[in-house]
């Protein structure tokens, strides 16, 4: 009996380790088929946009809190550990009943297909590599599953099981058991090769098809009509370890809802200006390149930063003001709200009159001196001043639709988020780090505040509960990028706190009261403990 129920156990492992093999076997046809559609045809990338849209706010913050700009690394983990216990479940059903075991697999391949028709910009016929995977899956599954009938039964196996083992390969004696088992094993192994073969050729043939890389690599921007203002010398906090005042580019933060980052040819990109307006507009990205386009340093800020996060950066753009594009249209009395829309699916609502005042939203087409990298919404973006990326920062950007609040919900606003906001004003540490430990003596604290649109006026320092001693400002670029600070502390042995606030172009000091980044920004004081021995 314990030999038989040892046997029993394996082979429920060898039927779980089948179901996972199909399961890959299944991603890698679609993988290898889809390099012919689009990327979002792809039912891992499909799952998981699907997984995203889903996401409850708290969910979407724990993540972001987690695991930070690997957000999406982690998904994929998840995904991957959550298939591959599903596969495990249906190998093992259809071991012991096949027809359950396919209409399983048949379910699964109906989810998947229905998360790739639901994706922006994906037709009925992007469902023909996730049909053919199912396909492909289910066919591994049945040739992995005969050896396996081949093997002895469990005593209480059900009559359709034994009759299934016989009918395959008669009753099992010893040689005939470890004949099945090498059989298996050598199927799994070199399907579960084949299946990676098939997932990178698909990987690398999409890249070869895809030429977006090498035509952002081609592509020279135009020299503004407005440069950008000249930056104070000044700008950088003297502090060590202070985060630069320029952000570069591959540091820059990345939020966004995107788990396959959309890759668009420049010759197919549109801009369609409809809605509220008297005319509607339309341009291509040539129409850009020979607009005239300003150059301004923009800090962005994402929404799900928490009070000392490190979700905001600050560089220098180049693109068209909305605001000339809206006059163009000419928005209709009683609007209110422009709906940004994304190649993906993402929208937008930012308030009309920020986009039609002076400060220099845009449509970018250049970070930093370069053309906007493809994960920060190359060929065009929305860069506005002033507001949370959840409102304002659409990347890949192909729709503008004047509207109302009372008509429209943007992506987010949908999902428990505020349809409007405006940047709080915020302070950060930056020098020393939480945990540090250091000696008595002099301690150079240092860091990061900003209020877009109103400029940062003091910023101030505090030590355990003691009074607020304010820092020195390095010099002020403009309003609308962040300020660095710089403080001398005389440390003394013992646990500290140090914490730091900031005032406002306004008069406005940022607040104590704490609040969760749902449903219109974090706030409150960040601060850090030190050891000082």
């Known amino acids: 009996m314990e030999k038989l129920g040892s046997r029993t156990r394996g082979t429920h492992s060898m039927a779980a380790l089948a179901g996972v093999v199909s399961a890959g076997v299944v991603l890698a046809v679609a993988e290898l088929i889809g390099a012919f559609f689009t990327a979002r045809a792809t039912p891992f990338f499909a799952l998981g946009s699907t997984f995203i849209d889903f996401t409850p706010p708290w969910l979407k913050d724990f993540a972001i809190a987690t695991f930070g700009t690997n957000d999406?690394?982690?998904?994929?983990?998840?995904?991957?550990?959550?298939?591959?216990?599903?596969?495990?479940?249906?190998?093992?059903?259809?071991?012991?009943?096949?027809?359950?075991?396919?209409?399983?697999?048949?379910?699964?391949?109906?989810?998947?297909?229905?998360?790739?028709?639901?994706?922006?910009?994906?037709?009925?016929?992007?469902?023909?590599?996730?049909?053919?995977?199912?396909?492909?899956?289910?066919?591994?599954?049945?040739?992995?599953?005969?050896?396996?009938?081949?093997?002895?039964?469990?005593?209480?196996?059900?009559?359709?099981?034994?009759?299934?083992?016989?009918?395959?390969?008669?009753?099992?004696?010893?040689?005939?058991?470890?004949?099945?088992?090498?059989?298996?094993?050598?199927?799994?192994?070199?399907?579960?090769?084949?299946?990676?073969?098939?997932?990178?050729?698909?990987?690398?043939?999409?890249?070869?098809?895809?030429?977006?890389?090498?035509?952002?690599?081609?592509?020279?921007?135009?020299?503004?009509?407005?440069?950008?203002?000249?930056?104070?010398?000044?700008?950088?906090?003297?502090?060590?370890?202070?985060?630069?005042?320029?952000?570069?580019?591959?540091?820059?933060?990345?939020i966004d809802t995107a788990l396959s980052v959309p890759e668009i040819n420049v010759n197919d990109w549109e801009l369609r200006v409809h809605g509220m307006v008297e005319q509607e507009v339309t341009m291509n990205f040539q129409d850009l390149l020979d607009a005239e386009l300003i150059e301004s340093h923009v800090t962005l800020t994402c929404v799900s930063n928490p009070v000392g996060g490190k979700l905001a950066g600050n560089a220098k753009w180049l693109g068209l003001p909305i605001r000339e594009v809206l006059a163009k249209a000419k928005p209709k009395e009683g609007a209110d709200m422009v709906l940004s829309k994304?190649?993906?699916?993402?929208?937008?609502?930012?308030?009309?009159?920020?986009?039609?005042?002076?400060?220099?939203?845009?449509?970018?087409?250049?970070?930093?001196?370069?053309?906007?990298?493809?994960?920060?919404?190359?060929?065009?973006?929305?860069?506005?001043?002033?507001?949370?990326?959840?409102?304002?920062?659409?990347?890949?950007?192909?729709?503008?639709?004047?509207?109302?609040?009372?008509d429209a919900k943007a992506y987010w606003t949908e999902r428990g988020w505020s349809d409007r906001g405006p940047i709080k004003t915020m302070a950060r540490v930056d020098v020393p780090k939480s945990f540090a430990k250091f000696p008595p003596g002099k301690v150079a604290v240092g860091g990061t505040a900003w209020a877009q649109t109103r400029g940062i006026t003091k910023v101030e320092v505090q030590i355990d509960d003691g009074e607020w001693m304010e820092a020195t400002l390095s010099d002020e670029a403009s309003t609308i990028t962040w300020r660095q600070w710089s403080f001398e502390w005389d440390a003394t042995p013992g646990i500290h706190y140090v914490k730091a606030r900031a005032t406002d172009g306004t008069g406005e000091v940022q607040t104590e009261t704490r609040a969760d980044p749902v449903p219109d920004g974090a706030s409150g004081w960040p601060s850090v403990m030190v050891t000082v021995a």
């Open 342 to 406: 994304s190649i993906d699916g993402f929208s937008a609502s930012t308030p009309l009159e920020v986009l039609q005042d002076d400060r220099d939203a845009m449509l970018a087409i250049g970070m930093n001196g370069e053309p906007l990298p493809v994960e920060h919404g190359y060929p065009v973006r929305m860069v506005v001043p002033g507001l949370y990326g959840f409102v304002s920062a659409t990347k890949w950007v192909v729709e503008l639709e004047v509207t109302r609040f009372a």
């Open 72 to 254: 999406k690394a982690a998904l994929f983990v998840g995904m991957g550990v959550t298939i591959a216990v599903l596969a495990c479940v249906l190998g093992i059903v259809a071991y012991r009943k096949w027809a359950l075991g396919v209409l399983g697999v048949l379910f699964m391949g109906a989810v998947i297909v229905a998360c790739v028709l639901t994706r922006a910009g994906v037709g009925p016929l992007n469902a023909i590599p996730s049909i053919l995977g199912t396909l492909a899956g289910l066919f591994v599954l049945r040739r992995l599953m005969v050896p396996l009938w081949g093997l002895k039964p469990w005593p209480e196996a059900p009559a359709d099981q034994a009759a299934d083992a016989g009918d395959h390969l008669g009753s099992a004696d010893a040689g005939t058991v470890g004949t099945s088992r090498r059989r298996f094993f050598a199927a799994a192994g070199i399907t579960a090769v084949a299946a990676g073969i098939a997932a990178t050729g698909g990987r690398l043939l999409s890249s070869a098809r895809n030429n977006v890389a090498q035509a952002r690599d081609a592509l020279r921007l135009p020299s503004p009509v407005k440069a950008a203002a000249p930056v104070p010398a000044g700008v950088q906090s003297p502090v060590p370890g202070v985060f630069p005042w320029l952000t570069p580019n591959s540091e820059f933060y990345r």
